[in-house]
């Protein structure tokens, strides 16, 4: 098993443990990763919004570099994964939006033939591994009541990612609550967990985004979580940034954090030492 693997700007810079975490937890599930080094920024919707063309030809470039690897390309960003995703579908229907594109591809050496499947880590794993597989590797059960928080981007729109998470309900998904029951924890239930973190809208309105991440810790604290674990790296900095300034308590974990948690590797390995909750 083998992934290529779009980091996004954050895992590698503002959340490092994010990276670190994933590449323990593959070496244990037997997945060999290529990083995409030579991987552009995928323009997080505010490029789009300046330049939508733009946007189209780098996240194209960015597909074809693990097309010609011939490998799925696998994501860390709900974002990411949302412009990725946006850019395959538009191009895949779009003949002569693709044509467009790949006449400024061909300039760089590139070609965009749509070979490669886009998916996020966290559906890349339940579907090429399986629950029953990961279950298999579990050291030290969690045993504690966890708040899964799947922010917007890697559930919503649902036309967009229906195919590619599985055909999870953008309005009641539950694969994370599946993986933290394998991982012998206690998934929270609670509404603020697939609601806004508030981190697109930070720049234009502090006020409103340390509400929305307010809100939802104080909701999963109401419902006796423990800890809370997200699959966003931008959810992850938003929820902990504003924690400190709200003055709530409750840890939040990168995704692959907690599986690797479960897996009993070294908490210095998972980087548990750059989150600010713990």
Known sequence: MKYALYTGCTAKESTPELLKSTLEVAKVLGIEIEILEEASCCGAGHLQDFDEFLGYVLNARNICLAEKRGLKLVTLCNTCQLMLENTKIKLDSDEELRKKVNEKLKEVGYEYKGES??????????????????????????????????????????????????????????????????????????????????????????????????????????????????????????????????????????????????????????????????
């Open 117 to 278: 499947k886009i998916q996020h880590f966290l559906y890349a794993i339940l579907e090429d591994i399986g629950l029953d597989e990961i279950a298999k590797y579990v050291k030290k059960p969690l045993n504690s009541k966890i708040a899964p928080f799947y922010g917007c981007h890697i559930i919503k729109p649902s036309k967009t990612h229906d195919a590619d998470n599985l055909n999870e309900s953008s309005h009641n998904p539950d694969s994370i609550e599946k993986l933290i029951k394998v991982l012998s924890g206690e998934p929270v239930d609670y509404e603020s967990k697939i609601k806004c973190c508030g981190f697109h809208v930070d720049l234009q309105n502090e006020k409103i985004s340390k509400t929305l991440s307010k809100n939802a810790i104080e909701d999963a604290l109401n419902h006796n979580a423990q800890f809370m674990v997200t699959p966003c790296p931008l959810c992850h900095l938003n929820l902990e940034t504003k924690q400190i300034k709200n003055k709530e308590k409750l840890p939040i974990l990168h995704l692959p954090q907690l599986i690797g948690l479960a897996f009993g590797i070294d908490e210095e390995k998972l980087g548990l030492n750059h989150n600010l909750s713990l």
